[in-house]
């Protein structure tokens, strides 16, 4: 490798873009994901760009408090493996990811194993290629993961999220790697997810920091409510810091048989997010046994110890959207509880 | 044959938050505990606090949380909660993780 000294600033010489020779590159630095990357060249860096300002800032990202500007973007997308048609998506996520609602200092800090999760809407699902059916957590699919994996190398590089300095998750999780999915609207009974939210665009992303999805499965029931009973167990366990942190969202991944038994109830997303607040609770000195800090808003401080009270404040952090393919699996994900979800229009 | 490659960390934004310069000498240091919410912090904190008050000839002054709402580890300290500390002490121990 000899020196590596950049040449010029922001500019590394190595001596061929062999794998070995980028590994050696990124150890020397305490930079990469541990897997082979694609050398972010001028040129590619270029294609990527496609003609945009390489300047600008998308958002400045803690702790290290990089400058996430478009081309750092782009170099972190490039070495991901993006296809250039993709990067309006991962620049959206890291737009996401500077908005102080979803708290990346406290995400990064945290010892809790939380992960951005990108999830894609709209007209983009089919046009940049997202999977969206079976597998859409899954590999296989070259914009799931790359874009998921782009956001993880935007955090390991510009934010300083390396494990240990910059990112404190005393374990860590399987989507720290990559975390992208897509919504699947030709499959989902109700209107886009983010026009549920208010943003009426083509195509958005939501960043939601996370733990891992929490599977649960029902294969045999025409009740939406029998289903939904397995979602609300899965939502009550004292494991998820949502069960003392009353603040947190719940994204709810219902595969599109689940969503069509919900459809066919005349169930829209909201009556399933009231369902699940009903029904995913525990009495309140059950909590009060298990924690002795509980992040609790003040009316839940109130309850009587035999009080059932939800696993999150209010209603409105129960967030629905269909994801998936054939097959009776769904899922639950937890937040880390001090962040919100953010979604925004795509935009380059 | 040699490659240019783009740096991926990119540059540090304008007005980074650089670590304080190291205090010369503690000796009769005025101290303040800041609780960052993790469990047990404010006993741990303040029981260093005294100890290294009592090597350095100082003095335990202020003991506070971090103000924001429910005190939560996760979230900023309230920028009054900063501003009175640094007048106030010369010396803070916090940041107790789990």
């Given amino acids: 490798m000899g020196d590596n000294a950049p040449m010029s600033e922001g500019l590394h010489e190595i001596e061929d873009q062999s794998p070995e020779a980028l590994y050696a590159f990124l150890a020397e630095r305490e930079w990469g994901d541990g897997l082979p990357v694609v050398a972010p060249t001028e040129e590619r860096v270029s294609a990527m760009l496609a003609g945009l300002d390489p300047d600008e800032v998308l958002a400045v990202l803690p702790p290290r408090g990089g400058s996430a500007t478009r081309r750092a973007v782009a170099v972190n997308a490039v070495m991901a493996g993006c296809p250039p048609e993709v990067f309006p998506v991962v620049a959206t996520a890291v737009r996401a990811l500077g908005q102080q609602r979803l708290n990346l200092r406290g995400v990064n800090a945290t010892t809790h194993p939380v992960s951005p999760l990108v999830i894609v809407h709209g007209d983009a699902v089919d046009e940049m290629g997202f999977n969206a059916e079976v597998g859409a957590f899954g590999p296989g699919n070259r914009a799931n993961a790359t874009v998921g994996r782009a956001v993880r190398l935007v955090l390991l590089h510009v934010a300083g999220a390396r494990p240990g300095p910059g990112d404190a998750a005393t374990q860590g999780q399987p989507s720290k790697y990559a975390y992208c999915t897509a919504e699947n609207q030709a499959a989902s009974p109700w209107e886009p997810y983010h026009h549920s939210v208010g943003v009426d665009a083509p195509s958005a992303v939501t960043v939601h920091c996370g733990e891992n999805p929490h599977n649960f499965h029902d294969m045999e029931s025409d009740d939406i409510e029998r289903i939904l009973d397995k979602a609300a167990s899965a939502m009550a366990t004292f494991g998820v810091n949502n069960a003392c942190i009353s603040g947190g969202e719940w994204f709810i991944g219902l595969c599109p048989e689940h969503a069509a038994t919900a459809d066919r109830a005349g169930w829209g997303r909201d009556d399933v997010a009231a369902y699940l607040f009903e029904h995913a609770r525990r009495p309140a000195w059950e909590f009060r046994e298990q924690f002795d800090l509980l992040a609790w808003a003040p009316w839940m401080r109130e309850a009587a110890d035999d009080d059932l009270l939800p696993m999150t404040e209010e209603v409105g952090n129960i967030r629905v959207f269909v994801t998936g393919g054939a097959g009776k699996h769904s899922c639950v994900i937890p937040s880390w509880g001090m962040t919100r979800s953010i979604t925004l229009p795509v935009e380059g | ?98």
């Fill in chain 2, 1 to 98: 044959m040699t490659t240019s490659i783009h740096d991926p960390a990119g540059p540090l934004a304008e007005g980074a938050v650089q670590l304080a310069p190291a205090a010369p000498a503690l000796v009769g240091g005025r101290i303040g505990v800041l609780d960052n919410g993790k469990p047990n912090a404010r006993l741990l904190l303040l029981t260093a606090a005294e100890g290294l008050a009592a090597r350095i000839g100082g003095e335990v002054v202020k003991v506070t949380g971090k103000g924001a709402p429910g005190n939560n580890a996760a979230t900023a300290c309230e920028s009054q909660v900063l501003e009175s500390l640094s007048k106030e002490v010369r010396i803070v121990l916090t940041g107790s993780a789990d």
